[in-house]
């Protein structure tokens, strides 16, 4: 019986919404727009964490990166170190295979490791070229990286060892060369070697916001192959010929020796000269746990110092840490904008209860009617209650629709990464629904306290 009376009560309630059609819209609009910055908001900030898991995936866990920095062509820079006199020359190799060496044999706290030697070539196969980076590494450096096959195998030690002409190629390669052709068992010619081609990098999704410097770059378009292939059969920078020096000197009038390093290409010699003198592009190294870290960061960076002659030309990078970092920097700016949303919702409640009371001083007749026909003060508080719950929940299913919306609208537009939750839309919704309550009983006990006898004087 309690039921039909209160069911009676929101029909009331529902009626008086369609014929104030207008009101109510511009009522609910503070919620629908509350509930969209929500929704949209949290996508945002959704992604971001995502995306930094998925660079954190990418760089691969407890990972130090290890790069060199400038030096000048003849190998020496004037000393900064801590014992080195001011205004002393002192002579560094760059960053050696030797150096990833000594620190898997010395360094009880590394796990793997693999040297990295990049260089530009171009791809050909039956006369069609195509620019690629030829990237020598070990045969660990997928481990390090987590990156899988689409087909074939990574090259083995005995090829490793011996230096063999194989390697894996990138998604972008296989499409460009093989279109629907397994690639596995064929040759590409890259510069003037002919590689094997034994297995397929998986494509791998990759951001801009994604930094080398941390070491993840995109593979679709790299060669891999043997470290030790890449510097015996194409180009050893730590080399250098006689007949390159004798040809930099004849470039020079004879005055003054410039080292032009060897191995490739004479117009590809001469874009190395002051770029990169250091034999490797960068040592990846893998500490056993991720408490071992800085030690181990601190460790390599005094190791290398002296193995350096004491200069600093070198950076150690903890990629994980740096991305761990920028990951608290988003929750607080997360929290940040969820505390935006939610102050509109707040503002949209405040909306509704304004509403919701000039309509109680615009019904005072209608109230003050029911309650001479015998409508109880619970009646009128249902009544009203049922009027700002119901606008609330409108206004909650139409800001859903318009967060969605805006998301997609985000990602499509400005290329930012989003993520819809389930948590997100139950939350913004359970909280519209919450308004609703919470602003709307106000007016509604104020509506149930006013005198029927006044109220049809009124």
């Given at each position: 019986m309690w039921f039909e009376r209160y069911f009676h009560d929101i029909l009331i309630g529902i009626e008086a919404i369609f014929d104030n059609r207008l009101k109510s819209m511009l009522t609910a609009l503070g919620i629908i727009f509350g509930v969209a910055a929500v929704i949209s908001m949290m996508a945002i900030?959704?992604?971001a964490e995502q995306e930094i898991l998925d660079q954190i995936k990418m760089v691969g866990v407890n990972n130090i990166i290890i790069t060199p920095t400038k030096i000048s062509v003849d190998g020496s820079e004037?000393?900064?170190?801590?014992?080195?006199?001011?205004?002393?020359?002192?002579?560094?190799?760059?960053?050696?295979?030797?150096?990833?060496?000594?620190?898997?044999?010395?360094?009880?706290s590394v796990d793997k490791i693999s040297p990295v030697v990049t260089f530009n070539y171009s791809a050909i196969i039956d006369g069609k070229s195509n620019p690629v980076v030829l990237e020598g590494v070990d045969p660990i450096y997928f481990e390090l990286f987590n990156i899988e096959l689409q087909s074939g195998t990574v090259f083995n030690d005995e090829q490793n060892r011996t230096n063999q002409p194989v390697c894996l190629i990138g998604d972008n390669i296989k499409n460009v060369f093989f279109k629907q052709e397994?690639?596995?068992?064929?040759?590409?010619?890259?510069?003037?070697?002919?590689?094997?081609?034994?297995?397929?990098?998986?494509?791998?999704?990759?951001?801009?916001?994604?930094s080398d410097e941390m070491g993840i770059s995109s593979s679709d378009n790299k060669i891999f192959v043997p470290v030790g292939t890449a510097l015996i059969r194409f180009k050893n920078r730590s080399l250098v010929r006689a007949d390159e020096v004798e040809k930099a000197n004849s470039k020079k009038g004879g005055g003054g020796v410039v080292v032009i390093f060897g191995g490739e290409d004479n117009n590809k010699e001469k874009e190395d000269v002051d770029k990169n003198l250091n034999q490797l592009n960068k040592i990846i190294?893998?500490?056993?746990e991720t408490e071992q870290l800085s030690m181990t960061a601190n460790i390599v960076k005094r190791m290398l110092y002296r193995r350096h002659s004491e200069l600093y030309d070198f950076e150690v990078t903890i990629p994980e840490l740096l991305l761990k970092q920028q990951q608290r920097t988003k929750n607080i700016f997360n929290v940040v904008l969820g505390a935006i949303a939610g102050i509109s919702l707040i503002?949209?409640?405040?909306?509704?209860m304004n509403i919701m009371l000039a309509s109680v001083l615009e019904r005072i007749r209608e109230i003050g009617t029911r309650q001479a026909i015998g409508a109880s003060r619970k009646d009128i508080i249902v009544q009203f209650l049922s009027e700002s719950t119901l606008i609330s929940l409108f206004g909650g299913i139409v800001g859903i629709i318009l967060g969605v919306v805006l998301s997609k609208l985000v990602t499509a537009i400005f290329d930012i990464k989003t993520i819809i939750s389930f948590f997100s839309i139950v939350i913004s919704f359970g909280v519209s629904a919450a308004v609703g309550i919470i602003f709307g009983y106000l007016p509604a006990k104020q509506a149930a306290e006013k005198d029927p006898v006044e109220s049809l004087r009124y």
């Open positions: 900030g959704n992604g004037a000393s900064n170190g801590e014992n080195g006199a001011p205004g002393r020359s002192k002579f560094s190799k760059g960053l050696t295979l030797m150096d990833a060496r000594a620190i898997e044999e010395v360094i009880p397994d690639p596995v068992g064929k040759s590409i010619k890259c510069g003037q070697i002919w590689l094997r081609i034994i297995g397929v990098v998986e494509k791998r999704d990759f951001t801009t916001s994604a190294v893998q500490v056993k503002v949209g409640g405040i909306g509704i």
